[in-house]
């Protein structure tokens, strides 16, 4: 491997880009809209509404500077293997994959495949970073052409999409065979760990080829403490970790997020509150939304539920009126995304959707009275 050495193929430097828009961005609505924002129902995001419980911590956490150690031993008893790196955020190893194979990858390719609905920051990190950025729909695409690096998101945030593990050794081994990498971003995969590549993918020693990524933000509601995990082959471990400093996650972080990953029995009563959350969204609330996006065209996740509309400007029309009773959802081009709401959200969301759907009736007469129960 020859460090510092820029291929002559990859274009400049570009940081100036415009950054994509997120949900969980109800402080900016509230900035926005004033007052009538305060109390809206947030389902913009699709972190856990239901996130594990944190306490109190000791004072001298703020005093002292992070050391992983004790996370990374508690991780790779969850994870069943031990993390490379810890960054803030997979977020934070999303942002360094591409300085990372751009100064190290021995490959001249320039171009990067990334689904075409997903997570938005991994096209915009690749394209900060000079690479051509090429949107896939289907994973066989991949198949028949080469590329620098290639991201499956799995399960895919908003499709819902998930990756057969067949398909995804396939990858694999093309990746292998034509010098690219493979970053497969898990990040809701943690309802479902038998799906991962940690679970099937077991070869030793690791594949220079795969990056896999993993959170604590979604399963367990933690966005906010910022810790995210990278495995991948020692041939990156310390380049990679260096891309991201010596302390990237506060100490008060590591602690709870080790405490979190050590909470046996709260995963398993999460797991179970889930499919009772489901359950419960499907009977009562899904037949609303149903009638309101005029679409049942929907794919359901264990923390989201994503519904295609029949155009970008129906999306938007509808979003609208669901802020105007107090509910904000994740608008993407022509789809809304609805996280999974807490039990105790129910009735007031329910609530919520009905006077929707009555002045909404009211005023086109458009509604299905029999949604209204």
């Not at 809304?336 to 919520?352: G, H, K, T, W, Y």
């Amino acid at each position: 491997m020859s460090a510092g050495v820029m291929h002559s193929g990859k274009t400049a430097v570009n940081l100036a880009l415009t950054a994509p828009k997120h949900g969980g961005d109800l402080a900016y609505w509230q900035r926005k809209v004033g007052n009538d924002a305060l109390n809206w129902l947030d389902l913009s995001s699709a972190c856990n509404r239901e996130p594990w419980p944190v306490p109190s911590i000791a004072p001298e956490l703020w005093m002292n500077l992070p050391d992983q150690a004790a996370l990374l031993d508690e991780a790779e008893r969850y994870f069943s293997r031990r993390p490379s790196v810890v960054g803030a955020g997979s977020q934070h190893i999303i942002e360094s994959l591409p300085p990372l194979l751009r100064e190290y990858q021995e490959t001249d390719s320039t171009t990067v495949c990334v689904p075409r609905i997903g997570y938005q920051e991994h096209a915009f990190s690749w394209k900060k970073w000079g690479y051509e950025v090429v949107y896939y729909d289907d994973l066989t695409d991949l198949l028949v052409q080469d590329w620098a690096a290639a991201v499956v998101i799995h399960p895919n945030n908003p499709t819902g999409e998930w990756v057969a593990s067949e398909i995804l050794s396939t990858l694999i081994a093309h990746a292998e065979e034509t010098g690219g990498c493979l970053v497969v971003d898990e990040a809701f995969i943690d309802p479902c760990p038998e799906r991962s590549v940690l679970f099937h993918y077991q070869a030793a020693p690791w594949s220079e080829a795969v990056f896999v990524l993993r959170s604590v933000g979604k399963f367990f509601g933690l966005a906010g403490a910022r810790v995210g995990f990278a495995f991948c082959a020692p041939r990156w471990q310390l380049a990679l970790s260096n891309l991201m400093g010596p302390w990237p996650v506060s100490t008060a972080s590591l602690h709870l997020v080790r405490l979190a990953l050590a909470d046996v029995s709260w995963q398993a009563q999460a797991l179970l509150a889930l499919q009772v959350r489901q359950t419960a969204f499907v009977e009562r609330i899904m037949p609303k939304f149903n009638t309101i996006f005029d679409s049942q065209d929907s794919v359901l996740n264990p923390l989201f539920i994503t519904w295609y509309l029949d155009s970008e400007d129906d999306a938007g029309r509808v979003f609208e009126m669901l802020h105007h009773v107090g509910i904000h959802t994740r608008l993407g081009e022509g789809w809304i995304r609805v996280a999974l709401p807490a039990l105790d959200e129910m009735d007031a969301l329910n609530s919520a959707l009905i006077r929707l759907l009555k002045t909404a009736g009211s005023q086109t007469q458009g509604f299905s009275r029999g949604q209204l129960a």
